[in-house]
């Protein structure tokens, strides 16, 4: 069997391809992103969506020397939000290890128990 071009498709499963590409533009300080998607139609034909979004690269080195809120805002909101869900989810962590040890350290007491009963029961 020999490879042939284009043999990553399959004719039954395939019904669409999304290529993308992320590109760096230094001089204008934006990262470019692209998305293509191709549908493959029930009547043979392809349909091709695509679309480029550009995003701003901030520099927080020079945003933090001139002190540009409208910059910084966003990203100290979406710090503190990963802040706050890293402190809870720590928070979580540590009940349920203390909710977890209680009951280990209950079935152990239980077991303890049963055994001091079996113990006095076979003399």
């Not at 290529?19 to 692209?34: E, H, M, R, T």
């Not at 001139?66 to 928070?91: E, K």
């Amino acid at each position: 069997m020999q490879a042939q071009d284009g043999g990553f498709l399959d004719k039954q499963l395939t019904q669409s391809l999304t290529a993308q590409l992320v590109s760096f533009n230094p001089a204008a300080a934006v990262f470019g992103y692209w998305t293509c998607v191709l549908d493959w139609r029930p009547d043979g034909s392809i349909l091709a969506t695509h679309s480029v979004v550009a995003l701003p690269a901030v520099e927080y080195a020079r945003s933090l020397a001139a002190w540009v809120p409208a910059r910084m805002a966003p990203d100290i909101v979406l710090l503190l939000l990963v802040a706050t869900y890293l402190v809870m989810t720590a928070r979580d962590v540590w009940f349920q290890l203390r909710r977890q040890r209680k009951t280990w350290q209950g079935v152990v007491a239980i077991e303890a128990e049963e055994q001091g009963t079996l113990a006095t029961a076979s003399r």
